[in-house]
Nanobody, 119 residues
Framework: QVQLVESGGGLVQPGGSLRLSCAASRRTSAMTWFRQAPGKEREFVAAIRLSGSTYYADSVKGRFTVSRDNAKTMAYLQMNSLKPDDTAVYYC????????????????WGQGTQVTVSS
């Protein structure tokens, strides 16, 4: 089992920045960020594998950056140039084996942290 705890969400104005953190109880092959807005399906945002390879949704490329610490038990999502459409609950997910970017590819989930982009 892996426990994941997210932090760093909040209210920010359009154009602002936030940094989300995810603490894992042990190292996993990949740590990934998803988000879910009200009335919408959970969608992939960004992922980072143990190798350091990163993946981004087209909607966040160039604005968001995913990273991990050296111990590979912390993941971060730096979010810049935030837009109202980025408003959602952001979830950290982890996988024992890299399978892909769909929600069903992940074994463990955090409780989520709310990000609201509004003036």
């Amino acid at each position: 089992q892996v426990q994941l705890v997210e932090s760093g969400g909040g209210l920010v104005q359009p154009g602002g920045s936030l940094r989300l953190s995810c603490a894992a109880s042990r190292r996993t092959s990949a740590m990934t960020w998803f988000r879910q807005a009200p009335g919408k399906e959970r969608e992939f945002v960004a992922a980072i594998r143990l190798s350091g390879s990163t993946y981004y949704a087209d909607s966040v490329k160039g604005r968001f950056t995913v990273s991990r610490d050296n111990a590979k038990t912390m993941a971060y999502l730096q979010m810049n140039s935030l837009k109202p459409d980025d408003t959602a609950v952001y979830y950290c997910a982890a996988a024992n084996v890299w399978r892909g970017q769909g929600p069903d590819d992940y074994d463990y989930w955090g409780q989520g942290t709310q990000v609201t982009v509004s003036s």
